[in-house]
């Protein structure tokens, strides 16, 4: 079975403070997501990447930056965090044109 | 661009009967996949069926079938025999095969309430 793993389930921070998601995945997948879900807006792309090192923004990179310098690690990045990036954030992975494979969730609150 | 829509924000059903989750969306693109997820409160997303837009046969999974209508642009969910641990919030997606990020375009959701 796929294993995607977030860092943290929940996560508090202040604004202005740099912080960091994390994903591993467990199954050597190309593809990995990161996706921002707030009620009633389904599940919107901030970035995506298809090899180390290689990124694509998606719909919504505004505030955030990503890394990967492993092929199992995708690490999300919002540089000054805002109120506005309260949200759930979901990574998620897959092997080419396969389906999407999730991680649980972070659940983030910025205050 | 690409849009999905799922009208029903909310949905419920008495345990054992039958439930019809809707879902349609809007592409030029002939060729294209369609997914349908379930997010339970544990929040992991789950696949639950998809739907390769050149295939005529209704995609099934157990108790999980789907009403793929290609001219009407319409992919609805049957879930028959419901039951509690059903109950989750449902996201229909859409990925284009031309799409090289391989992106997911989702809906807004629907939360299914299953009656016990």
């Known amino acids: 079975d796929v294993k995607v793993t977030q860092s943290s389930r929940y996560l508090v921070k202040r604004t202005g403070e740099k912080v960091f998601l994390e994903c591993v995945q467990d199954?050597?997948?190309?593809?990995m997501f990161w996706y921002r879900q707030d009620p009633g807006l389904g599940l919107r792309l901030i970035y995506f990447?298809?090899?180390?090192?290689?990124?694509e923004k998606g719909d919504i990179p505004e505030g955030y930056s990503v890394s990967r310098e492993k092929k199992e690690r995708f690490s999300l990045i919002l540089e000054s965090a805002s109120t506005n990036q309260t949200s759930m954030y979901l990574c998620?992975?897959?092997?080419?044109?396969?389906?999407?494979?999730f991680g649980d969730g972070t659940r983030l609150s910025i205050l | 661009a690409q849009t999905v829509t799922q009208s029903q924000p909310e949905m419920s059903v008495q345990e054992a009967e039958t439930v019809t989750l809707s879902c349609t969306y809007d592409t030029s693109e002939s060729d294209y996949y369609l997914f349908w997820y379930k997010q339970p409160p544990s929040r992991q997303m789950i696949l639950v069926i998809r739907q390769e837009a050149y295939k005529q046969q209704n995609a099934t999974e157990n108790r999980f079938s789907v009403n793929f209508q290609k001219a009407a642009k319409s992919f609805s969910l049957k879930i028959s025999d419901s039951q509690l641990g059903d109950a989750a919030m449902y996201f229909c997606?859409?990925?284009?095969?031309?799409?090289?990020?391989?992106?997911?375009?989702w809906g807004a959701g629907t939360k299914l309430i299953i009656k016990p």
């Open positions: 990447s298809y090899d180390v090192k290689m990124k």
């Open positions: 998620a992975s897959s092997q080419l044109n396969q389906p999407q494979h």
């Open positions: 997606a859409y990925r284009s095969e031309f799409n090289s990020n391989y992106q997911l375009i």
């Open positions: 199954m050597d997948h190309e593809n």
